[in-house]
């Protein structure tokens, strides 16, 4: 896997977009504010730690340490943005591609040029690097080894998690939206083609800042 620097403009200023409409804020009800929350699934791919390759952002297999992989909740939710200043809010999420194309976030308020994180997951060409993947995502040393145990071809945790909480919230009739089936296995982690004469591999690292990797 090559590695390269991550230019400050490019790929990042073009993901600058703004929700289609208003995301809720202080001035709107608490009834509001929960039906915002309740269209969130526990699909728990957007905590999920993430790289961009040319100006495509694909969902590792590496959770943020703060996930819970069982239940994909967040472990310090209410202060969740103090314990991991890489965490993002929806609007950041939009802005910067966090979010896959199934997030109900994306269908409510993602404008027209969004462009879904890819959560597609055949890592078999880049498992070469996976140390070197692992290290700049700073990726903790059990995690790292629980999921380098499991393969390249492995689902994520996340598709079992989510297969876990559909089975649950379908026998117990909770009416809280299903996360959504996992989608095909495709190999989609290829350079897509794009405007740079110069194939370029960059990182995004944790969702918010492109980190220099080299
Ligand atoms: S990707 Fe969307 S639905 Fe899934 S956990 Fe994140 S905000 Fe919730
Ligand atoms: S800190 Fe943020 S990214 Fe990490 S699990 Fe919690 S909500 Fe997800």
Redesign the pocket.
């Known amino acids: 896997m090559r590695v390269a620097r991550v230019s400050s403009s490019g790929g990042r200023e073009s993901r600058r977009i703004e929700p289609r409409k208003p995301l809720p804020g202080p001035q709107d009800s608490p009834e509001a504010h929960a039906k915002h929350e309740a269209?969130?699934?526990?699909?728990?791919?957007?905590?999920y730690k993430k790289i961009i390759v040319g100006r495509t952002v694909f969902i590792t297999p590496f959770p943020c340490e703060f996930l819970d992989t069982e239940t994909?909740r967040c472990t310090v939710y209410e202060e969740r943005f103090e314990k991991n200043p890489d965490c993002l809010a929806?609007r950041e999420?939009l802005q910067h591609s966090a979010?896959?194309t199934d997030?109900?976030?994306v269908e409510e308020y993602a404008p027209a040029e969004y462009r879904p994180a890819i959560d597609s997951w055949d890592w078999e060409g880049e498992w070469a690097d996976f140390d070197n993947l692992a290290e700049l995502l700073e990726v903790s040393d059990e995690m790292r080894e629980r999921i380098r145990a499991r393969g390249p071809w492995a689902k994520p945790l996340w598709v079992e998690a989510n297969e876990r909480i559909r089975r649950e919230r379908e026998a117990s009739g909770d009416g809280r939206p299903l996360?959504p089936v996992a989608p095909p296995q495709v190999v989609d982690l290829r350079e897509p083609p794009r405007a740079e004469p110069a194939p370029r591999l960059s990182a995004f690292l944790r969702g918010r800042e492109p980190k220099d990797l080299e």
């Open positions: 269209l969130c699934t526990n699909c728990g791919k957007c905590c994909n929806i999420g979010f896959p997030c109900p976030y996360p």
